[in-house]
């Protein structure tokens, strides 16, 4: 619950993100945002997300781990149309990358391991 206000942030946008890493070149931008520091070193070190970084001339990716959303195992679901693909797996999963933006915006449930998002539910929302 936000201290300023009586009223819950159930959709989590509020979320600190202490952990922030962001690399800066000739060629890209990349920053990377997360309140779970397993998450923050996986993308950090992945080279998919590099390689998108340099492809799309910067990215950035802000990924939550909600320890309240709902934890069921189920098979990831990719959702496209031309700017948005969403992945969407199970109840309390949620990733979206907006190409135009080039922004990764993902809610990420308690079960989900920070090397499985990194080398296989991301790929696929990259559209790598």
Do not use: W
């Amino acid at each position: 619950m936000n201290q300023s206000t009586p009223h819950p942030d159930l959709l989590r946008r509020f979320v600190a993100t202490p952990y922030l890493f962001m690399n800066m070149s000739s060629v890209s931008q990349l920053h990377i945002q997360s309140n779970d520091l397993d998450i923050a070193l996986s993308l950090r070190r992945s080279r998919i997300v590099q390689r998108c970084g340099i492809r799309t001339g910067g990215l950035l990716c802000k990924v939550i781990r909600d320890f309240a959303a709902p934890v069921d195992r189920s098979e990831p679901v990719l959702f496209s149309d031309r700017e948005l693909r969403v992945l969407h797996m199970g109840r309390g999963t949620v990733l979206i990358y907006d190409r135009e933006r080039a922004e990764l915006l993902g809610f990420v449930s308690r079960n989900v391991k920070a090397h499985e998002l990194a080398s296989l539910l991301i790929p696929p929302v990259l559209g790598l």
